[in-house]
């Protein structure tokens, strides 16, 4: 198969601003001789939606936990907005595979939680939580416990309240992971219209390429030993305001899927596309 290339950059962000951008980054662990990333170079830009594919063991959970503050021992930089980053703080949101909400509590105050803690006034509190319930399309559920909602509905209350944080970007590590086929395809079209709705700047780790073509409007590509980038280009895809369903239909979809398979599996973008 040969499938044409796009270019690296986004034609678009020529005059965009970047939210995060990560200079010449490195992870190495000297007690165990092991280097998990080396020479990480990443900007990610304002209505950003970045897949990042690659197979076990590349280093795409340890490049999410340095964005997100989590990871300590780095060489080089990452910045937010211009700033240097090292820790966690309110711009960087996580979602994580498992949900994590607090099984005490209900929904809606699940949500308030963390504008709760920032002393957020209650008026505020409650606005926020009803419009993020009914981005997320939860308003029925609000005062349920999460022991009373499927998977599905449980992450979605997870990207609520990290979305009700209102962070510059939005991680996410294999967060429908666990759920079964159905409602995977479910939870991956109500995340995209979540995020056309708020257009927040999204880092997305997945083993799926299907997804990541699916959802993203950047394909980013990771291989091991050390953990790097082989790729980092725009969605070959059109997706402008399509469906999970119509993209699927796309005539160049499954050799795309192709593609980034043998891409990962042989650890190199091939010139020109050849396969």
Known sequence: MSVSIPHKRHAETVNRSNVIEIKDLSVRYENQDL??????????????????????????????????????????EVRINGNLHRKPNADVGVVFQHHNLFP???????????????????AVRKHTVSYYLEIVGLEAAAKKLPYQLSGGMKQRAAI?????????????????????????ASMQNHLLEIWRKTKKCVFFITHDVEEALLLGTRIVVMQSNPGRIIVDMPNPLSRHN?????????????RWCD????SIRDGEIKKGGEK
Request: glycine share 6%; aromatic share 8%; with cysteine.
């Open 35 to 76: 280097c998990v990333l080396e020479h990480i170079n990443l900007e990610l830009y304002e209505d950003d939606f970045v897949c990042v594919l690659g197979p076990s063991g590349c280093g795409k959970s340890s490049l999410l936990n340095v964005i997100a503050g989590f990871q300590k021992q780095i060489i080089g």
């Open 104 to 122: 005490w509590l209900s929904i809606e105050k699940n949500i308030e939680f963390g504008l709760k803690m920032q002393g957020i006034p209650r």
């Open 160 to 184: 609520a309240r990290t979305l009700a944080a209102n962070p510059k970007v939005i991680l996410m590590d294999e967060p429908f992971s666990a759920l079964d086929a159905l409602t995977r």
């Open 242 to 254: 399509k469906s999970i369903e119509e993209m699927k239909r796309d005539k160049d979809f499954s």
């Open 259 to 262: 593609y980034f398979i043998s």
